[in-house]
T-cell receptor, first 113, second 113 residues
Framework: ELKVEQNPLFLSMQEGKNYTIYCNYS?????LYWYRQDPGKSLESLFV?????AVKQEGRLMASLDTKARLSTLHITAAVHDLSATYFC?????????????FGTGTRLKVLA | DAGVTQSPTHLIKTRGQQVTLRCSPK?????VSWYQQALGQGPQFIFQ???????QRGNFPDRFSGHQFPNYSSELNVNALLLGDSALYLC????????????FGPGTRLTVT
């Protein structure tokens, strides 16, 4: 079964602290995507990681991909309240001749002032 | 530059009815994907349209069908609505038949009573 799992599911952190969200997936894929979703809103694309070892940074967020370990991380540096949202990772792959685009379970982040 | 637009914003239907949701892709994009997002869950891939054909399909029954028009806009049709079809339906556009760099629309909130 294809799975994309995120850890943790819920994260409450203080402003100024650092933390990492983990995304594990069970299929072979060289492509991994990170999205942000605010309550009641649509998804915003954050990062597209297209190869093993890819690292991308935007502001206080940095994403990396290890395709051998089937693991991606989203690192938050010196969190601020505006980062409060739900973060999803997703992978796409061919599985048994069928295309799959699979989202993770999501990590609900709350940054406390 | 217009982003992805969807209509309607909200919709309430009764079990057994049929519904049509509409999506206009971001300017310059030719590929449209549809997702269903139940409350508190990650989006689930329904299908993708490119060059007016359904190119990829997720694990959804035939009650879910779609169409893409020559101007790249797309419709999602759901027949014989079930209570479990209540969800946020998201449309995403991209380029060239791939799902890289997807841009999501604001979504249509469907409630089935």
């Amino acid at each position: 079964e294809l799975k994309v799992e995120q850890n943790p599911l819920f994260l409450s952190m203080q402003e100024g602290k650092n933390y990492t969200i983990y995304c594990n997936y069970s299929t072979t894929s060289d492509r991994l995507y990170w999205y942000r979703q605010d309550p009641g809103k649509s998804l915003e694309s954050l990062f597209v990681l297209l190869s093993n070892g890819a690292v991308k940074q935007e502001g206080r967020l940095m994403a990396s991909l290890d395709t051998k370990a089937r693991l991606s991380t989203l690192h938050i540096t010196a969190a601020v309240h505006d980062l409060s949202a739900t973060y999803f990772c997703a992978v796409d792959t061919q599985f048994s001749g069928t295309y799959k685009y699979i989202f993770g379970t999501g990590t609900r982040l709350k940054v406390l002032a | 530059d217009a982003g992805v637009t969807q209509s309607p914003t909200h919709l309430i239907k009764t079990r057994g009815q049929q519904v049509t949701l509409r999506c206009s892709p971001k300017s310059g994009h030719d590929t449209v994907s549809w997702y269903q997002q139940a409350l508190g869950q990650g989006p689930q891939f329904i299908f993708q349209y490119y060059e007016e054909e359904e190119r990829q399909r997720g694990n959804f029954p035939d009650r879910f069908s779609g169409h893409q028009f020559p101007n790249y806009s797309s419709e999602l049709n759901v027949n014989a609505l079930l209570l479990g079809d209540s969800a946020l339906y998201l449309c995403a556009s991209s380029l060239g038949g791939w799902a890289y760099e997807q841009y999501f629309g604001p979504g249509t909130r469907l409630t089935v009573t």
